[in-house]
């Protein structure tokens, strides 16, 4: 089963450089994704989602990736800035158009000027 | 941007009271969910309602917890005897129609002592 605790895995990467962010899905019947991000203190805030026809998607820096293969799913932040620094969650929706997500659990990501 | 908004931000309770957190979800919404984040873990779902039900609920969500609409803005929810194990962030989120991203708010520290 999955551990759970206060460790998050964390990636620094430098200002400029570009990020990929892993995430592994558990139902093969997920049909939407979504990436999160959060800031200490706050509430998740959307910021790229895919439906499960599609296997790439661009948004503005950003790109997320889906494998259905293997269930994984990537986040690529394009030329990193310091404003990126917070913790990003996948999420998969189960249960239909209004289902509930089911998040992973996340990773940190710090951004060294 | 329109945004849903929870209050209090900050809750302390004794064990074994009663607690109700407040949400105004985006006005035209028609979904709502509250989740839970305990400190350093994933979000858990714990409930979502439609049409002044609920849709579905998790296993965390026994009958301790409560929600309601009681009018045509707020989204209620209540925890009748909180325990320690209570503490937590809250999150409330929206949708509005069909297969788009749920949009959160800054969410309610429960803190039970």
């Known amino acids: 089963g999955e551990s759970v605790g206060l460790h998050l895995p964390t990636l620094s990467v430098q200002e400029g450089d570009n990020s990929i962010i892993n995430c592994a899905y558990s139902n093969s019947a997920s049909d939407y994704f979504i990436w999160y991000k959060q800031e200490s203190g706050k509430g998740p805030q959307f910021i790229i989602d895919?439906?499960?026809?599609?296997d790439k998607r661009q948004g503005q820096r950003v790109t997320v990736l889906l494998n259905k293969t293997v269930k994984h799913l990537s986040l690529q932040i394009a030329a990193t800035q310091p404003g990126d620094s917070a913790v990003y969650f996948c999420?998969?929706?189960?249960?239909?158009?209004?289902?509930?997500?089911?998040f992973g659990k996340g990773t940190k990501l710090s951004v060294k000027p | 941007e329109p945004e849903v908004t929870q209050t209090p931000s900050h809750q302390v309770t004794q064990m074994g009271q009663e607690v109700i957190l407040r949400c105004v979800p985006i006005s035209n919404h028609l979904y709502f969910y509250w989740y839970r984040q305990i400190l350093g873990q994933k979000v858990e779902f714990l409930v979502s309602?439609?049409?002044?039900?609920?849709?579905?609920k998790s296993e965390i969500f026994d009958d301790q917890f409560s929600v309601e609409r009681p009018d045509g803005s707020n989204f209620t929810l209540k925890i009748r005897s909180t325990k320690l194990e209570d503490s937590a962030m809250y999150f409330c989120?929206?949708?509005?129609?069909?297969?788009?991203?749920?949009?959160f708010g800054d969410g309610t520290r429960l803190s039970i002592l």
């Open positions: 999420a998969e929706r189960v249960g239909g158009s209004q289902g509930n997500l089911i």
């Open positions: 989120a929206s949708i509005g129609q069909y297969n788009q991203p749920q949009h």
């Open positions: 309602f439609y049409n002044n039900e609920i849709s579905e």
């Open positions: 895919i439906r499960s026809n599609m």
